[in-house]
C-alpha cells in the first residue's frame, strides 16, 4: 500500500484508490459463480484470479497457452473455486475462436467475461494480420472473444473491459480507424496503446447499447497505475514506475479492485455502459462518449474479424 492510498478518499459505496480485490468481495460468496479473465497469468489477471476463486468462484483463466495458465493457476496453491485453463492468444485468430467453441461446446455459462490482458507501449510498429499490434490484441482479439461467448452469458451476465486512463493520450479523434494498420505514419507508442484503449472503453459502450432490454451489462475502467510486466516494452515506463511505486502507485492488490468490483459486486448490477476508476463512474475523454465513433468501430471490427483467417 502506498502512501497515497492510505490518505485517498472512498466513495459512497465504501470503495476507492486503497481498496483492494479482497475488500471489494470481502462480504460475496462466489460459489457457483463462472467468470472468465483473459491473461491471467501475470499481474492484474493473476491477482483477480486469486481472489474470485478464493471467494469460491468457478475462474476460465485463459493465457497464451494452457500450459501457461495452468501453471499460473498452480502457482496459486489450492483455492475454493475450482479453475479451468484454456489457451486464447489474441493475436491469434484462430486460437481465440478455439476458446470460444471449447466454452461453447460445454455449454458453461459465464457470469462474467473479464478481458484483461493487455499489451503496452511497443517501441516500434508491429502488426498482426495487417493491424497495429496493441489495437488488434487489446480490442480485436478481445471483441472476437467478447462477441463470441455473449451466448454464454448469464441472464445477468457482465463485462468487463480493462482500458486505461492512457486512453486519453490516444490519437487525434481517438480511433483513427483509416490508419489502423499505422501506415499512414505518425506511429507513437503511447497514441497507439491509447488508441487501444479507447477502443476498450467504446467497445463496452456499444456493447452496453445492444443489450439494452436485458440485465446483461458492459463496463470499462481503468485500473490505477500499478507495477506488473506490462513495462516490458518501455524502460523508462519501467525506471518511472519502480521510482514512484511506494510513493503514489498502486499495489496489485489495489490494481485487481476495480474490475473485480465491476465484474461481481451486488452494488453495479444493472449498471452498463459506463467508464469506472477506484470502483467509481468517471468520464473518459470525449472521443469515448462519441456513439457515432462507437457504432463506426464496431461495424470495422466486425468486417476485420470477418477478413481473418481461420
Ligand atoms: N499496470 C498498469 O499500470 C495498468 C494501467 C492501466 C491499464 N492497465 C491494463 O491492465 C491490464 C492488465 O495489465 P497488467 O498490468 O496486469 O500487465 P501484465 O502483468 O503484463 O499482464 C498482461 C497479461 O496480458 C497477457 N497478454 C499480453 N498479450 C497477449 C496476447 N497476445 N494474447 C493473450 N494474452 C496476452 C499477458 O500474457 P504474457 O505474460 O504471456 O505476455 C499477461 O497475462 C492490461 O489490459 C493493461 O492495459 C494496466
Known amino acids: 500500500m502506498s502512501l497515497y492510498s492510505m490518505l485517498a478518499p472512498r466513495g459512497a459505496n465504501g470503495f476507492g484508490y ?3 480485490a479482497e475488500d471489494v468481495t470481502s462480504k460475496l460468496d462466489l460459489h457457483g459463480k463462472t467468470i472468465l479473465v483473459t491473461g491471467c ?11 474470485l476463486r478464493k471467494r469460491g468462484a468457478h475462474v476460465i483463466g485463459t493465457a497464451r497457452t494452457k500450459q501457461k495458465a495452468d501453471d499460473a493457476a498452480a502457482g496459486l496453491g489450492s ?6 485453463g484454456a489457451a486464447c492468444e489474441l493475436s491469434d485468430p484462430k486460437s481465440v475462436r478455439w476458446c470460444v467453441a471449447e466454452i461453447q461446446s460445454k455449454g458453461t455459462k459465464l457470469d462474467a467475461i473479464m478481458a484483461n490482458a493487455g499489451i503496452m507501449a511497443l517501441p516500434k510498429l508491429e502488426t498482426a494480420h495487417g493491424y497495429e499490434l496493441q489495437f488488434f490484441t487489446n480490442h480485436v482479439g478481445h ?11 448469464t441472464d445477468k451476465g457482465r463485462v468487463v473491459m480493462t482500458s486505461s486512463e ?3 493520450r490516444a490519437y487525434e479523434g481517438g480511433v483513427q480507424l483509416d490508419n489502423l494498420d499505422g501506415k499512414k505514419g505518425g506511429y507513437t507508442a503511447w497514441g497507439a496503446y491509447g488508441q487501444s484503449k479507447m477502443a476498450n472503453i467504446l467497445f463496452a459502450k456499444k456493447l452496453a447499447k445492444k443489450l439494452e432490454g436485458t440485465a446483461k451489462t458492459a463496463n470499462a475502467l481503468h485500473p490505477g497505475v500499478i507495477r506488473t510486466n506490462l513495462t516490458r516494452h518501455s524502460s ?3 525506471i518511472a514506475m519502480s521510482i514512484a511505486s511506494p510513493l503514489v502507485l498502486k499495489s496489485v492488490a489495489e490494481g485487481a479492485a476495480t474490475q ?8 453495479v448490477e444493472g449498471v452498463s455502459g459506463k467508464y469506472f476508476s477506484n470502483c467509481q463512474i468517471l468520464t473518459p475523454r470525449r472521443e469515448a462518449e462519441d456513439a457515432a465513433l462507437a457504432d463506426a468501430l464496431w461495424t470495422k471490427t466486425e468486417e476485420i474479424v470477418a477478413s481473418l483467417p481461420g
Do not use: D, K
Open 79 to 84: 483455492q475454493s473455486g475450482p479453475f479451468t
Open 143 to 153: 471483441f472476437l472473444l467478447v462477441t463470441g461467448l455473449l451466448a454464454q452469458l
Open 260 to 267: 473485480t468490483y465491476l465484474a461481481v459486486h451486488p452494488s
Open 41 to 51: 497469468n501475470s499481474g492484474l489477471g493473476l491477482e483477480t484470479m486469486r481472489v
Open 236 to 238: 523508462l515506463a519501467a
Open 166 to 168: 492512457a486512453h486519453r
Open 18 to 20: 486503497g481498496s483492494t
